[in-house]
């Protein structure tokens, strides 16, 4: 059994609540208050500078050419890549890309993003990988599965560039390569180190489940 599927199964009760959450199903057939995306698009736009920095931790903390280079080519493949297709939605609903650098986070945005900085200050470039993988991977997950079950919407939806983004070759290939180099690096690892990567992996994956609750909700700032 490869490391990635201790991960996954470790944390499949959540991922399951992702395919059902009423956010990716209104995506999905096209339904989804547009209000509601471009405030999830703007948290989510703000998440990915935060996570950027943390890929950047991994490779402050990589010991090898190897490790250092993929954390960097996932870094420049979020600023360069993943962010388009936002910049591109955004443009849309008329915001301006420099003036949303400035918007405040959300208190969820802000507790996901804290804690895995938190991780990346403290733990290795191992329990990096753990904290930053639920995201790229779930995001395909959730992709893929809504290019495979909702494709009678495609034509006419409203979000086909995004479920285009997250099911294309492209980002398949992209977590992949991640999911092979997470198994590399931890295929001798202790029970203990073990249980701690799974730990980490879980409860970035409640997060994920936590951001899409925060999304759904579509509410204003909490706090000012």
Known sequence: MLFTDHLFEGSKDIWGNYLNHPFIKEIGNGSLDKEKFKKYLIQDYLYLKEYTKVYCMGVIKSDTIKN??????????????????????????????????????????ESYTSYMKSIS???????????????????????RYLKENYSE????????????????????????????FTNEVCKDLSEKEKQKLISIFRKASIYELDFWDMAYDGSELSYV
Request: proline share 1%; glycine share 6%; net charge negative.
């Open 68 to 109: 250092i280079n993929m954390f960097y080519e996932g870094a420049n493949g979020i600023l360069n890549d993943e962010t388009a297709n936002h910049i591109s939605y955004l443009k849309g609903f008329k915001e301006n890309i420099l003036e949303v650098e400035n918007y405040q986070y959300h208190k969820t945005n």
């Open 121 to 143: 200050m403290t733990g290795d470039f191992k329990e990096i990988i753990a904290v930053i993988l639920p995201c790229t991977w779930s995001y395909s997950y959730i992709g």
């Open 153 to 180: 919407f495609e034509n006419n939806n409203f979000y086909k560039s995004w479920i285009d983004t997250y099911s294309s070759e492209e980002y398949t290939k992209f977590i992949n390569e991640w999911i092979d």
